[in-house]
């Protein structure tokens, strides 16, 4: 049986398709009536309070008078600035993805015998069990290298004697093990793709336990396992702005609700896997990425700021890249004024096109970044202000690392797995009720009709 076969879209599939396409459309009033919140959003864009968290705070507005007032973005881990932390390790030069994710997971900043200490175990844990790779990463790649990780993900419980264990101690140590081992995972997943359907040389270089997760990442992906200094660090700044970003994004709100049923760690990661792959969440960066490419191709002159903003009203009219009314990497579903990720991004991605020569192309995200605001404002009916979010900068970092785009995905899952480990810990240490939210049926009442009266 060819393999095509499971793929062919028959007249039948069509017809069935339409039947559950049509039974499946729902008024759009109905959902005004029932105040239903779409989205767990307000009409204003506000998300519904569904949960408490210790873990990160996500600030895009203060209360003054009473009211709120919508304010610089802040985002805050474990109650310390982002930027602060940020601005620490790089005053004292060293890597910060292994001390973040210690403060994540404990709650306390490491004193520099306990960075050790950990750094040392999470290098422990950068191995693979025996053949691992050629008989799970090297059997049926995948073109998405996020299905490659899930599946490797749910494969590591067979592996482990006390897969359904959730007390906490074993929960850290599984969670612990997955933070080291998502980097290896999807390097290796991506360099067998390439091998098998591209015809690519296939290395697999073994991790090196002294080295940061960011410098592992560029040694296990490149043929020579050279790279800068200026771009281990980028790659690690990278990793920690998306490490975590509070409760209620689509993934993390994903690890509270299956890690309320009491299921176990692989199958939780993997759903939390599952949803970061959706474009409209984890894929933002990669649509970014293509806008670009398309606006080059499109713009005479990369400096003419009239072309540019003519290019962004076609994105808006539908009439330009995907035709999908969408300017990439601008807006974001909390913050309004600024997004303090991006804020930080934005002067190492300017050193970082130096070093790369792609400084041309940095002020195009610039002139962007600052028009984009204003076009939007005079185009559409906004409620809140409009600035660039992390995507904006990330995929074009992405790109001059030399990642290619089949991995920008994974690297949100190697750092964000943080997050979840924090938030799976956070929701079994409180015991909560299983999350069920409610739908209001709107289907009418029938009676049964036998068979042979079915028209």
């Known amino acids: 049986m060819s393999i095509n076969v499971y793929s ?7 017809d069935l398709a339409k039947q559950c396409y049509d039974v499946s459309q729902i008024e759009q009033e109905l959902y005004t009536k029932y105040e239903v919140k779409r989205g767990l959003r ?14 990160s705070e996500v600030r895009s507005s203060v209360e003054v008078d009473g009211k709120s007032v919508p304010c610089e973005g802040k985002l805050f881990y474990r109650g310390y600035d982002i930027e602060e932390l940020v601005q620490g390790f790089l005053n004292d030069q060293r890597y910060g993805f292994e001390e973040i994710t210690y403060l994540l997971l404990t709650g306390n900043l490491p004193t520099c015998e306990q960075l050790e200490s950990f750094s040392r175990l999470l290098g422990s844990y950068r191995s693979l069990p025996t053949s691992f790779v050629r008989d799970i990463i090297m059997k049926a790649p995948s073109q998405d290298m996020m299905n490659t990780l899930a599946r490797s993900v749910l494969t590591l419980y067979s592996y482990d004697d006390r897969a359904d264990d959730v007390t906490i101690p074993n929960v850290l140590r599984q969670c612990l093990q997955l ?6 995972l999807s390097v290796y997943g991506y360099q067998a793709y390439k091998h098998y359907h591209d015809g690519a040389s296939l290395f697999i270089h073994p991790p090196v336990a002294e080295l940061s997760t960011a410098e592992n990442i560029l040694h296990v992906l490149r043929a020579d396992s050279k790279y800068t200094d200026l771009e281990a660090r980028i790659l690690d700044i990278a990793l920690i702005l998306h490490m975590e970003h509070g409760g209620g994004n689509n993934s993390t709100f994903t690890t509270h609700v299956v890690s309320s049923s009491g299921t176990d760690t692989y199958s939780s990661m993997a759903a939390s896997l599952g949803s970061l792959k959706g474009p409209r969440h984890g894929g933002a960066n990669i649509k970014v990425v293509r806008m670009f490419e398309d606006m080059k191709s499109n713009l005479p002159d990369w400096k003419d700021e009239d072309a540019i903003c003519d290019y962004l009203r076609a994105l808006l009219h539908k009439e330009a890249f995907d035709h999908a009314g969408l300017i990439y990497g601008m807006g974001h579903a909390v913050y309004s004024i600024s997004d303090p990720r991006a804020n930080i991004f934005k002067g190492f991605v300017k050193k970082l096109a130096q070093e790369k020569g792609r400084e041309e192309e940095f002020e195009l ?11 939007i404002g005079q185009e559409r009916k906004i409620y809140k202000g409009v600035s660039a979010n992390v995507d904006f900068y990330s995929g074009f970092v992405y790109s001059m690392l030399d990642l290619p785009t ?7 899952a190697i750092a964000r797995v943080v997050g979840w480990s924090a938030h799976r810990i956070e929701e079994l240490s409180n015991n909560g009720k299983i999350i069920r939210p409610a739908y209001k049926s709107i289907a009418e009442h029938q009676k049964y009709i036998p068979i ?4």
Do not use: C, H, Q
């Open 42 to 55: 307000d009409l204003n864009g506000k998300g519904v309070l569904a949960g408490l968290t210790d873990i």
């Open 406 to 412: 089949e991995l920008f995905t994974p690297i949100f």
């Open 452 to 455: 042979k009266k079915r028209k």
């Open 8 to 14: 062919e879209i028959t007249p039948e599939i069509l």
């Open 365 to 375: 995200y610039s002139a962007v970044e600052r028009l984009a605001p204003m076009v």
């Open 179 to 184: 933070i080291a081992l998502f980097p290896l």
